[in-house]
């Protein structure tokens, strides 16, 4: 059973910088994409980055990607998500979600493709 736990939460100041972990373990494969994902109260979850350690392409959604940089540390299976810039609409619960999918570049945006999620990181922007 893949596992994955989030960590890095927190409050910031708006402009602020932080960094979330996603630790991943359990899977079998190592052909695996990890998305980060964010859901603010009363809004749809939204897809934000993914990382393919198929090809290790990154992808990132366009309200994020001059702010948010994924990376990857395949020897100990951690994707981070370092956000910058931060303002309060970047106020959420931050997910990290695991998909065995090896070409995800026409789907990573979308929730349904990911097989197992972490419990979720509050992420909160003051103004």
């Known amino acids: 059973e893949v596992r994955l736990v989030e960590s890095g939460g927190g409050l910031v100041q708006a402009g602020g910088s932080l960094t979330l972990s996603c630790a991943v373990s359990?899977?079998?494969?190592?052909?695996?994409?990890i998305g980060w994902f964010r859901q603010a109260p009363g809004k749809e979850r939204e897809g934000l980055s993914c990382?393919?350690?198929?090809?290790?392409?990154?992808y990132y959604a366009d309200s994020v990607k001059d702010r948010f940089t994924i990376s990857s540390d395949n020897a100990k299976n951690i994707v981070y998500l370092q956000m910058k810039s931060l303002k309060p609409e970047d106020t959420a619960v931050y997910y990290c979600?695991?998909?065995?999918?090896?070409?995800?570049?026409?789907?990573?945006?979308?929730?349904?493709?990911?097989?197992?999620w972490g419990q979720g990181t509050q992420v909160t922007v003051s103004s």
């Open positions: 979600a695991y998909t065995s999918l090896v070409t995800v570049k026409e789907i990573w945006s979308s929730a349904n493709w990911y097989e197992s």
């Open positions: 359990g899977f079998t494969f190592a052909n695996y994409a």
């Open positions: 990382f393919s350690r198929n090809d290790y392409s990154t």
